[in-house]
């Protein structure tokens, strides 16, 4: 069974732009959770869609956001780039609740000068 | 506020020697634990979970211990080997909650040949 899959891998932006990040969950998962990931911050909650509507969502300003599709792949969206939004944003999948066991891709790194 | 804390941010031990990792979470809804090995530039591979119900669970090198009294679960990993070096991130969550993972921090395993 193929894992979850996320691209781009690698990602420079500058400040002002947006990015659109993509991430595909293991097949047969519904739920998809994103992180943030910085340097002496752990795994930092983002959002967790389940059958294209946001369940949960962490405390993120709104320039955050995303979306599922009907095939349970999602996509988050970061407006007005700041250099802070510089980290490895993760995508993790699992069966139907995000409390359970998750599965996590590869990471986007994204760069913002 | 920082539910789960792991408060070493690094450990380091001879190869074949036992590592433990410790984890302490504040939240007493929490039900269920995790703990996922991530390598830089990777996204974290799930390791060993337990549920609350139980206070040990093993999985070949790896075990997981649980004390809920204290709010404390401990990761041991017998005998160490260099491969083993990685970040280890604790996570927590329960049911009825928001239901998604909360995640420590992380700790630094560097296991020396």
């Known amino acids: 069974k193929a894992g979850v899959t996320q691209t781009p891998r690698y990602l420079i932006k500058t400040r002002g732009q947006q990015v659109t990040l993509s991430c595909s969950p293991i097949?047969?998962?519904?739920?998809v959770s994103w992180y943030q990931q910085t340097p002496g911050q752990g795994l930092q909650f983002l959002f967790e869609?389940?059958?294209?509507?946001?369940?949960n969502k962490g405390n993120f300003p709104g320039r955050f956001s995303g979306r599922q599709f009907s095939n349970s792949r999602s996509e988050m969206n970061v407006s007005t780039l700041e250099l802070g939004d510089s980290a490895l944003y993760l995508c993790?999948?699992?069966?139907?609740?995000?409390?359970?066991?998750?599965?996590f891709g590869p990471g986007t790194r994204l760069l913002v000068l | 506020d920082q539910q789960v804390k792991q408060n070493s941010p690094s450990l380091s031990v001879q190869e074949g020697r036992i590592s433990i990792l410790n984890c302490d979470y504040t939240?007493?809804?929490?039900?269920?634990f995790l703990w996922y090995k991530k390598y830089p530039a990777e996204g974290p591979t799930f390791l060993i979970s337990i549920s609350s119900i139980k206070d040990k669970n093993e999985d070949g090198r790896f075990t997981v211990f649980l004390n809920k009294s204290a709010k404390h679960l401990s990761l041991h990993i017998v005998p160490s080997q260099p491969g083993d070096s990685a970040v280890y991130f604790c996570a927590a969550s329960y049911q009825g909650g928001s239901e998604k993972l909360v995640f420590g921090k992380g700790t630094k395993l560097t296991v020396n040949p």
């Open positions: 939240n007493s809804m929490f039900d269920y």
């Open positions: 993790a999948s699992s069966l139907a609740r995000p409390a359970e066991t998750q599965y």
């Open positions: 097949s047969g998962h519904r739920s």
């Open positions: 869609y389940f059958s294209e509507t946001q369940r």
